[in-house]
């Protein structure tokens, strides 16, 4: 019954308009914000707490802006482009603070922004002011909501108490999701997906975090996302029993057997990919109202997670010293020409991740 519940649930908030979204989002986020009081004193309050992460993390919209502090990464994952970029002209480089204030300024004309600092390549806690970059960009009052994603990798104690203070000092709970990437349940596994030999120090880390959240009395929502090897089952047990040995409550463990992929992407026979959209593309797909602001200053229409190809520059925007209305522009071109033409940019031809939003 809970497992039917929910599906309704997800049916009916994915009816909602973009707007209503929002507000649905906001709403439920200060709903958390007054559950999170003595939560521990009042144990009814954390299956609320439970249903507030849901709605949240299903009413993140589609037009969210994705904010690339660094497009550097500690691995090579077999699923990513980062491999093959590395091979190309892409220049790897961390924000820099020029570009995070021009990038800045643009928010303001953003209304109830949700910002997700989740990069195309790249590991966020690999720049080295992560914690002032993230902490000015919520400061901007016209972002209401934040993610952050990492594969902790580089989650070692002094940057588990950085995120710890950014989360005390987060008074309007903007930042209320966490996301965490983890290759497999074992360290062959891991090494196989990721291509470096950091199963166990992540398990680790990741132990020590959720230990240091629960000791601080934060409530922030823990999402750890397990890649898989095509042959290998997930064992939900086995995953709470390894990543959950303090028993902290909000957290949420998924899986997936399934990559994304498109025509121009270089498959590996470890991994299953989704299989392409069997329906004729003749809307622009939902995810090109997404913005990314890239760690080099550009601006993309930021598809989804393989919007950026090796070589390829055909859903950029603009730079971060151009207006809204140039950037504004392109994107709409973009669209235009997909949709009157039929031109469909490179990473979206044979793309596993189109949706078209009625």
Not at 248 to 276: C, E, M, T, V, W
Request: charged share 20%; aromatic share 10%; net charge positive.
């Amino acid at each position: 019954m809970k497992q039917k519940i929910k599906i309704a649930l997800e049916l009916l908030l994915n009816r909602l308009s973009e707007e209503n979204t929002r507000r649905v989002s906001l709403g439920f986020s200060h709903f958390k914000k007054q559950l999170s009081v003595a939560y521990k004193k009042q144990s009814w309050k954390i299956r609320l707490i439970h249903l507030c992460d849901f709605i949240i993390v299903r009413t993140n919209g589609f037009r969210f802006i994705e904010f690339e502090l660094t497009n550097i990464c500690n691995a090579q994952c077999i699923f990513c482009p980062y491999p093959d970029m590395l091979r190309t002209e892409k220049k790897f480089m961390n924000m820099t603070s020029e570009t995070l204030a021009m990038n800045s300024k643009k928010l303001s004309h953003f209304k109830n922004a949700m910002v997700s600092f989740t990069p195309t390549t790249g590991d966020t806690l690999l720049h080295p002011e992560w914690p002032a970059f993230i902490a000015s960009i919520m400061a901007v009052p016209q972002v209401k909501q934040t993610t952050f994603f990492t594969n902790a990798i580089k989650l070692d104690i002094e940057n588990q108490h950085k995120l710890i203070d950014l989360l005390k000092h987060d008074n309007h709970l903007k930042m209320s999701q966490l996301y965490f990437s983890i290759g497999g349940l074992n360290r062959t596994d891991y090494k196989t997906l990721y291509k470096v030999d950091r199963f166990d120090l992540v398990i680790e880390q990741i132990n020590s975090f959720l230990l240091l959240l629960l000791e601080n009395n934060l409530t922030t929502g823990i999402h750890l996302h397990l890649k898989m090897l095509r042959a290998n089952d997930f064992k939900l047990a086995e995953a709470i029993s390894l990543l959950n040995k303090n028993k902290y409550p909000f957290l949420y463990i998924s899986h997936s057997h399934l990559y994304y992929s498109n025509d121009g992407y270089n498959r590996n026979a470890q991994i299953a990919y989704y299989h392409k959209v069997p329906i004729e593309k003749t809307k622009a797909c939902s995810y090109l109202y997404k913005t990314r602001f890239a760690a080099d200053g550009s601006i993309w229409a930021d598809g989804c997670v393989i919007s950026e190809m090796p070589g390829d520059s055909s859903l950029r925007l603009g730079s971060a010293s151009d207006s809204l209305t140039v950037i504004e522009a392109a994107r709409t071109k973009i669209i235009a020409d997909w949709e009157q033409q039929s031109l469909i940019p490179k990473p979206c031809q044979g793309c596993t991740v189109y949706h078209c939003k009625k």
